[in-house]
T-cell receptor, first 117, second 117 residues
């Protein structure tokens, strides 16, 4: 199946700093990628849809100025958490849609654990 | 807006037995996909099975099968011959099929499946 990678796998930062998370589709081109957030022992919540070459679409309640998304190429989307605070600590997961795949499946990255001190 | 409900926070089953995980959803749309994902302790999301709403036949993948009741908006997962490796969080998910593929997933809260040896 298609492979999606994320980097870094975990990051610890100080409050007020910015953190960038990369999501890459390794063996297919993804015109659309998705960013989810998962708090401990909770479900995944869709944050935004990242479209190659255009602005991201954010879900209601997600601050677009805080969570900057850039989808500059068909294999890379980045999520930057700006001025991070402890409440931003979470598990961030990206997924990518393979247009050539069956059943509209989304392939998930392994996730990034963000801890803000 | 669509919602996905998993009413069983935790289920336990003896190894080699059969277990059914429940999922209901609410949508006003007629064309959509339903998925079951498995999330082991590694947090990597793994697709277990998918169902296209316009297909009446229930999907099956080896030991995994679903009971899709479109009118009742029910989508349960049956795991036969449970194995220790099946222990994980299981998430039911909904995705609208708008044709462009740029639709994210809506997840239920998950069911923690425990396999008793």
């Amino acid at each position: 199946g298609a492979v999606v990678s994320q980097h870094p796998s975990r990051v610890i930062c100080k409050s007020g700093t910015s953190v960038k998370i990369e999501c890459r589709s390794l063996d297919f081109q993804a015109t659309t990628m998705f960013w989810y957030r998962q708090f401990p022992k909770q479900s995944l919540m869709l944050m935004a849809t990242s479209n190659e070459g255009s602005k991201a679409t954010y879900e209601q309640g997600v601050e677009k100025d805080k969570f900057l998304i850039n989808h500059a190429s068909l294999t890379l989307s980045t999520l930057t958490v700006t001025s991070a605070h402890p409440e931003d600590s979470s598990f961030y997961i990206c997924s990518a849609r393979d247009p050539g795949g069956a059943g509209d499946e989304q392939f998930f990255g392994p996730g990034t654990r963000l801890t803000v001190l | 807006a669509q919602t996905v409900t998993q009413s069983q926070p935790e289920m336990s089953v003896q190894e080699a037995e059969t277990v059914t995980l429940s999922c209901t959803y609410d949508t006003s749309e007629s064309d959509y996909y339903l998925f079951w994902y498995k999330q082991p302790p590694s947090r990597q999301m793994i697709l277990v099975i998918r169902q296209e709403a316009y297909k009446q036949q229930n999907a099956t993948e080896n030991r995994f099968s679903v009971n899709f009741q479109k009118a009742a908006k029910s989508f349960s997962l049956k795991i036969s011959d449970s194995q220790l490796g099946d222990a994980a969080m299981y998430f039911c998910a909904y995705k609208l099929n708008s044709g462009g593929g740029a639709d994210g997933l809506t997840f239920g809260k998950g069911t923690h499946l425990i396999i008793q040896p």
